[in-house]
């Protein structure tokens, strides 16, 4: 055994000299013509007269030394490691641009129906980002001034309510037999003098404040972005497909487009549904006399573009408001979701998602988990249209490749 470990050894050292020699050997090779000579000597007498200038031309290193492949190897991976920690520093980067990808593939099918009624195209996308802004408008007016009245009416009837709680009767009882109002009284003295929890709250507040800023701004980005996108999507398009070799271009192109058109068909297919939600939850609020009708219905809307769970877990918010407010309240808001619910997954959306996406109900559950997982939100709104576009692959691509095998 140890004579073959030996014998295998030897000969991988007589490789390692061979490759070296060919490394080092140059072969002279013949001009192809007179004038292919010419220039040949030319440029051989040029570089026989700048060795004698600059020194002659060393021996080429061996790229099959140790010290070579170490170490560049080790400067590839220093190098895999910086792009991972850049990656790290551009995830908000990274997600405002599939924010904006994926807005931009919803819109192109509304721009490309303008087009086709005889709209060209920069008219066409001016009409459709005009209409997403009147959208963000409408619901920023509809969210922001019932919160902040609601907060204001908070803050100005705080104080009735602490009355309230310290007047009730099992505060008094508590008050009488462990001082409890005392010691209340004496800890928020004592926090409301303490430099560092005033500190604290204060930064909390700044955060808040710097989280609000950071959000208004990231939306604005997001809205240029994908005006820009959707002007230049054409273009871009074909940018991309030039990188293609021209014998895979004829095969890539229809994949592309298939999957760009489900991913687009999908996102406008949910936006509707959870429109349809929340108009009717509105109507239902309004109907039986639940607070904050509007803000509750904006918050339906948005949930309800969550695949699989995001209904239901608008149904469950709106049913504890009610609950808050009048159990009986409760009970309708509970039974017309559940056949709301009903009348959604079975009428409703295949209706709407007739022509967009066909994914296995299996496939949906693991490919919205995953992408909640990798990236919350958003991850599970582009998971169904990711795993869409890996299902047309393996159909397309995959299979009839394995086939020919």
């Known amino acids: ?175 009488e037999n462990y001082d409890v109002v005392d010691k209340l009284r ?30 208004v701004f990231q939306t604005f980005t997001i809205l240029v972005l994908t005006l820009y996108f959707l002007a230049s999507l054409p273009t871009v398009k074909r940018a991309a497909y030039a990188v293609v070799p021209a014998s895979r271009r004829p095969r890539v192109e229809p994949l592309a487009e298939e999957i760009m058109r489900r991913t687009g ?5 949910q936006v509707t549904v959870a429109t349809i939600n929340a108009i009717c939850s509105y109507v239902m609020m309004r109907l039986v006399g639940v607070p904050y009708a509007a803000v509750l219905a904006v918050v339906v809307g948005f949930l309800g573009l969550i695949p699989m769970v995001g ?22 808001v509970a039974i017309y979701y559940l056949v709301y619910q009903q009348l959604e997954n079975y009428v409703v959306a295949p209706k709407i998602m007739a022509r967009t996406v066909s994914v296995p109900g299996a496939v949906t559950v693991v490919a919205a988990l995953a992408g909640g997982t990798l990236l919350g939100v958003l991850g599970a709104l582009l998971a169904i249209p990711i795993a869409a576009g890996l299902l047309l692959l393996y159909e397309e691509v995959l299979v009839p490749r394995q086939r020919n095998v």
């Open 1 to 175: 055994m140890r004579d073959i470990r030996i014998d295998r050894y030897r000969e991988f050292q007589r490789r390692q000299r061979e490759a070296l020699r060919a490394s080092q050997h140059r072969h002279p090779a013949a001009p192809d013509s007179p004038a292919d000579g010419e220039h040949r000597a030319a440029g051989a007498s040029a570089r026989t007269d700048q060795g004698k200038r600059f020194g002659q031309a060393g021996r080429p290193l061996n790229r099959f030394s140790p010290l070579y492949l170490g170490f560049f190897g080790a400067l590839g991976a220093l190098l895999a490691v910086g792009l991972w920690h850049a990656l790290g520093r551009l995830a908000t980067t990274i997600t405002i641009l599939l924010v904006s990808i994926f807005l931009t593939l919803a819109l192109d099918p509304i721009v490309g129906w303008l087009g086709g009624r005889g709209m060209k195209r920069g008219p066409a996308v001016g009409v459709v980002f005009a209409g997403l802004l009147v959208v963000f408008t409408l619901l920023g007016l509809l969210v922001f001034p019932p919160v902040i009245s609601q907060g204001s009416e908070l803050l100005a009837n705080a104080p009735t309510y602490v009355d309230h709680i310290l007047d009730s009767a099992w505060v008094r009882r508590m008050d």
């Open 265 to 269: 068909a999908y996102a406008t297919g």
């Open 311 to 332: 209904a239901t877990v608008g149904a469950v918010v709106v049913c504890l408001v009610a609950f808050f407010d009048s159990p009986r309240s409760a009970i309708i």
């Open 186 to 215: 004496e800890a928020i003295n004592s926090r409301l003098t303490d430099s560092g929890f005033m500190s604290q709250v204060f930064g909390g507040v700044l955060g808040a404040g710097k989280a609000v800023a950071n959000g």
